[in-house]
């Protein structure tokens, strides 16, 4: 009780110095990049009125009962989400602790994770991130927790909070493959028998998941669409070789194979490998962005909204159309979305900015649409080209390091996975870890394009990979000695 109380005061002592230090602007604005302060909380009554839809209903639906049961002000709204995140912060150190033994390499794990800037930030924000990256840092505690423990609760526990992410953003169905995974390798040590367990894995995140689909339907008449199909046709003009024939949208498949080609001219004329990667991912936008895309094929989707339905069958209605016309292209383009996460494609470093911005200048393409649009974001990224180098070498780094813990990881749990030792819990972290990482960036790669913001959403899990390679290599000192 003693060491509860110690972590709550902590927690609410860092969150006073957080939100305080932002809103009295202590902390420079350079450090955290723009903060929109505009939104509301949200009535969740309201997301239905006239017809409304909404993605996932998690977030808005703690806002409405945040408000009526707390209070309506979004700062101390904002101020609970910065509790959250420390709060969670903590709780991942003290289990991170407990596996290793070692204060302060627990303690430098915390401050990296917590004091990354494009992290916190949105906590200060009401944004889906300001409460998703706090429950992906307890999630990494919880998996910590039961592999130390072996708890059929801790494991009910997590089912639980994958089906509260996945009710915030649809990318928490990358975390679903964890728990059939966990059931696999750990059914035979828990304490109830295996038909119990799998039910302990199945039935807290299938609850979780048919509340949040049972809010919207209990509150809309409408028809749900997801942004699925608005970011996949994003990818359209990128894998646009071949036209589909005898297409259900032909007058919407032939503008897009149309403004295919000047995309595809583009990239292939790009100066290097980054470039292009560059171009590729901010082209992806303009064609899937609501704000963005062109004119003529919102006319066409909502032409044929009228036969088919939804605006979602449609846009990935002539995806899949695509796709299939073009297997190789749409693979290849998968491939390089996922590398490009890796390498923060989003923003090119000093020198590759200064050589786009003078071939988009005097580029045969100029004044088409594409290029006006490359060039009004490059704008936004000029800040950000002096320091990317350095960022893009961790991101390198962490990718060798996710593949060189999965392989040991793999092979250190096999050899203890009877013995439920320290090396089997590490083990079996350095194995899962890497392939939440690789499955979330795959999920990503698929759907939409490179954004810096969804790539750090997965900042806790990246650094847990950095620290368990550094607690091998002081475990191997240690051995030694």
Known sequence: MIIFRFYFVLSITLSFFLFFSYYYQIIPDFLLGVVSQDALLVDFNSIFNDGGSARSLGYRYMQSVFSNLVTEDRQIFIFFQVWLFFI??????????????????????????????????????????????????????????????????????????????????????????????????YYKHLSINPIHSFMIVLIPVMSVISFESYLYH??????????????????????????????RFPILVDNLYEKGKNVRKLISQADSFSIAQYLRNEIHPMYHDSGELPGDIRNQITMYKSEFGTRDSITTGVYIEFAKENPVETLKHIALTFIGHWQISEILNSEDWKKLSQDLNTHTLKNTQEVIYVQKHMKVIKHYTSIISWVKLLFVLILLLCIYLFIVGLTDWNREKDKLSYSATTGFLSLILPLLIFGYILLLSIVINVQVRLVFTYWPLMVLILFLFLLRVLDLKKDKT
């Open 88 to 185: 969670s912060g903590l709780f991942l150190f003290k289990q991170f602790y407990f596996l290793t033994g070692r204060k302060i390499f627990s303690i430098l794990m915390f401050l990296t994770v917590v004091l990354n800037p494009k992290i916190f930030k949105y906590t200060l924000m009401i944004e889906e991130e300001g409460v998703y990256i706090s429950l992906v840092m307890f999630l990494c505690a919880l998996m910590i927790q039961f592999c130390r423990t072996i708890s059929w609760k801790i494991l009910a526990l997590l089912s639980l909070t994958i089906g509260v992410m996945i009710s915030i953003r649809p990318t928490g169905y990358a975390l679903l493959p964890l728990l059939p995974i966990i059931f696999i390798f």
């Open 218 to 247: 209990s509150n809309s008449d409408y028809q749900r669409e997801s942004t699925l199909g608005v970011n996949l046709l994003g990818s359209i003009p990128l894998i646009a070789e071949n036209k589909p024939e005898n297409s």
